[in-house]
């Protein structure tokens, strides 16, 4: 599953960048804190406000109604008037009642407007309605019966809300209820909404004659209007200030907080892009977080330390790293050119020995780790005596490489000084044992064939059996003798065992790493497979029989690592008679190239000038050779180039010569190709398929086959 | 493979020695590539060739059918080996052998 792709800050714009700022973010905090903050403050700031405005309003109210009240008991008599008024009143019917406001309604009571009492309480409220802050101020009496209130004297009777001589209100008992009933103590006033006057104050004082019985009230209206308009222009001052100081305390709170924390932090991630840039840019040392210089003395501080300290840990990190990457590559170069030197060791050009036909030998190794600890040998040791070696080094590796040198070299050098394997074995085991601090042990199997007669000398220091052939029958485990492994015991004396390898013979040998080979389920190859192996190649050459073996231990492990070293050697004893009766059989593989065709010529010329060939076949075969051989160097492998090999065998009575051209190029069968047709005029006739053609009309047998991947294409001569 | 060459006004005459096979060829090709021109007669002597595999049959047939048009081509001496060659492959019928 694809992985969302996130982007990286150095992708991003700076508004994206900063789109989730700190200080953005506190700011936004910060002033809704604060307004949260104000607009309780403004809540409770209006209640105690509206209240103390209020409390205000109702005080002035009360004291005039009682300054008047007092003055007005002081100088007159109102029982009198407020007696008439209500006597006139009371005379009136209901119906008459009801036409209050007329002029009709007013001018009963007009005369009274006349009398010097009514003068002077007039002259009073006016002075009082004049000189305070009141809206109204009057005298009027309440009129339990008709639950009316009844109005005697009223300064602002002339203006709208004022109210003559006479005129009532109808009011609820409740309303009146604590005047009628006030005993003197406190403030008695009344808040109420009326449709007519607004948001009104009320406050009382009762008039009384001197019988104390009340006559009439003194009543102060104070509108709260002023309070309202109060309370609008407190709240604008109020939002206004407290807009100010909260911008102003935010601003300074962010400066703050942008200097303490957010340019830190920034300066941190600026040192982390650069540290970034430089690391990409390869630079080793670098001193951004070093350099960071910040003092906050809080996380901060410590996040920059410990990131100073990170960058000291890591350039430390990595030089040491730098220099062990450099250790490991010239450990790696070193042991690349030391398998190099170990390959080279082992004699490894094939056919190793063109110019003997009494044998034919094949052996390879592959070593499981770099460097490995098997060997194999074969060296003539005089024209009479060819030694084979087989050898397994105890470990792996370098040191198991180092003392499979001195093995293969001692074992070499003693064997070339003529002495016989087990005086050999002698030999090697006292030298190694000499000076072997570390241990190690290798285990030899030596053997010294007598050319001419077959005749195999050989020596086990503890190594495997050798599997042999003989011509008659199929191979075979030679359980020979073991000796003591070479290097583990220096009083060891090692015998040897004589066989003898009839033309026609093969010997194989190998190391552990073939029958120990194991599978995915740890189950090893076995001697039994390998003997299987062996069995269905024996008529191959030693070669086909060790890429058999090969085959069946690598089809055998599958996905399994190999442990060990792959190490083989074959052996085809031809003998000296062979070219008299029987067959002799030589090939050489070379690359499969235009340029080769001379040498594969007289490699099958050698072959065919010592069975004294007659010069015309001889020519027919080379021109057979320079078809075959340069159809493969031109298509087997083209583009590319591969291997060719090339196989004379030599058979007697009758005497022929086939030579077999194995490669493994693209399939294709020559002989499948259209004959040309040889009666054509020159215009006609088609280039190409002249050449098999020819071979086909020189050689006396022509045959092709497909097998394992390889085109062997066999053509035979009879002399 | 040695090629000698004698040049007498519109006739050339190459005398091949060695083989002429699948390495040689190119060389011989390149020869006749270059001095065919204007020529009327091209003799090829085969006295001292060795053999003949196809690839010198090929430039051989290539050669007959440009000589065919610009004149006449002759192939001289040629030996047993080389003649049975020419016999099997019907080159014997294309080529004017004396």
């Known amino acids: 599953m694809p992985r969302k792709h996130i982007k990286s800050i150095r992708e991003m714009t700076k508004w994206e960048r900063s789109r989730n700022s700190m200080a953005g973010r506190s700011f936004r905090v910060t002033m809704m804190g604060q307004a949260i903050l104000g607009i309780v403050a403004l809540i409770i700031g209006m209640g105690l406000y509206s209240y103390a405005l209020m409390g205000q309003c109702i005080g002035e109210a009360f004291t005039l109604a009682r300054s008047s009240a007092a003055i007005i008991s002081d100088t007159m008599e109102p029982e009198k008037l407020a007696g008439a008024v209500m006597t006139l009143y009371h005379d009136m019917s209901p119906e008459e009642l009801e036409t209050v406001g007329t002029d009709a309604y007013r001018a009963r009571f007009s005369y009274l407007e006349n009398r010097e009492d009514y003068q002077f309480l007039m002259a009073i409220l006016q002075e009082f309605y004049r000189s305070s802050d009141v809206d109204d101020i009057y005298v009027a009496m309440y009129d339990r019966d008709t639950s009316a209130v009844v109005y005697i004297a009223d300064p602002a009777e002339e203006e709208e809300t004022g109210c003559s001589m006479g005129d009532w209100d109808r009011v609820s008992v409740k309303e009146v209820e604590k005047f009628l009933t006030w005993d003197g103590e406190g403030r008695v006033y009344n808040v109420s909404n009326t449709p007519q006057y607004g948001w009104l104050c009320t406050s009382g004082v009762p008039l009384t004659d001197a019988a104390g019985e009340t006559v009439c009230f003194v009543m102060a209206d104070i509108a709260m209007r002023d309070v309202v308009h109060g309370l609008a222009s407190f709240l604008l001052q109020y939002v206004i200030a407290l807009v100010i100081v909260i911008f102003l305390l935010t601003y300074i709170l962010i400066a703050r907080m942008k200097k303490t924390l957010v340019q830190p932090i920034n300066d941190i991630a600026e040192a982390a892009q650069n540290y970034a840039r430089d690391k990409k840019a390869g630079l080793s040392a670098t001193d951004h977080f070093s350099a960071l210089n910040i003092h906050s003395g809080d996380e901060i501080e410590n996040l920059s330390l410990i990131m100073a300290d990170m960058e000291r840990d890591l350039t430390d990190f990595e030089s040491n790293l730098t220099r062990v990457t450099a250790e490991k590559e010239r450990i790696g170069t070193e042991l690349a050119l030391a398998t190099r030197i170990q390959a080279h060791m082992l004699p490894n050009i094939f056919p190793a020995f063109p110019e003997r036909t009494e044998f034919d030998i094949y052996a390879s190794m592959t070593p499981a780790k770099e460097v490995g600890g098997d060997f194999y040998d074969f060296f003539l040791i005089d024209d009479d005596r060819l030694a084979l070696v087989m050898a397994d080094v105890s470990g792996k590796g370098v040191p198991a490489a180092l003392f499979m040198m001195a093995s293969k070299i001692l074992v070499k050098n003693y064997a070339m000084s003529g002495l016989s394997p087990s005086k050999v074995l002698n030999a090697v085991n006292a030298q190694i044992c000499a000076n072997n601090r570390e241990e190690m042990f290798v285990t030899v199997w030596l053997g010294i064939l007598d050319i001419a007669s077959g005749k195999l000398t050989a020596a086990n220091a503890g190594h495997e059996y050798p599997v042999l052939k003989q011509p008659d029958g199929s191979f075979e485990l030679v359980k020979d003798r073991h000796g003591f492994v070479i290097g583990g015991l220096a009083e060891a004396r090692y015998s040897e065992y004589e066989l003898q390898m009839a033309p026609g013979a093969k010997l194989f040998l190998y190391t552990d790493g073939v029958a120990e080979a194991t599978d995915e389920s740890e189950e090893l190859f076995g001697t039994q497979r390998m003997l299987e192996a062996l069995r269905s190649a024996e008529d191959g050459t030693p070669k086909e029989i060790l890429q058999t073996v090969d085959a069946a231990v690598e089809a055998f492990v599958g996905e399994a690592l190999q442990f060990d070293d792959l190490t083989m050697l074959c052996i085809h004893y031809i003998g000296k008679n062979a070219t008299e009766g029987g067959t002799s059989v030589k090939e050489m593989t070379v690359e499969a190239t235009v340029e080769n065709i001379e040498a594969v010529t007289e490699f099958v010329n050698a072959e065919l000038e010592a069975l004294n060939c007659p010069l015309k076949a001889q020519m027919q075969i080379d021109v057979a050779i320079d078809e075959l051989f340069g159809n493969i160097a031109h298509y087997a492998y083209h583009p590319e180039t591969g291997p060719a090999t090339v196989r004379v065998e030599v058979e007697q009575e009758p005497l022929a010569v086939i030579i077999t051209f194995i490669d493994n190029g693209m399939p294709y069968d020559p002989l499948a190709t259209e004959e040309p047709d040889v009666t054509l005029s020159a215009e006609e006739r088609k280039i190409g398929g002249l050449g098999v053609f020819l071979v086909k009309k020189t050689m006396d047998d022509v045959s092709y086959e497909y097998k394992n991947g390889q085109n062997i294409l066999r053509i035979r001569k009879n002399m | ?98």
């Open chain 2, 1 to 98: 493979m040695t090629i000698t060459k004698t040049v007498d006004d519109k006739s050339l005459t190459l005398a091949l020695e060695g083989r002429l096979d699948t390495a040689t060829a190119p060389e011989l090709d390149a020869e006749l590539q270059s001095s065919l021109d204007g020529v009327e007669t091209l003799i090829l002597d085969l006295e001292k060739l060795q053999y003949m595999s196809s690839a010198g049959l090929r430039i051989l047939l290539l050669t007959q059918k440009r000589m065919m048009k610009q004149g006449q081509m002759k192939v001289l001496h040629v030996g047993e080996t080389i003649m049975e060659i020419f016999e099997v492959t019907g080159f014997s019928e294309i080529l004017t052998i004396e």
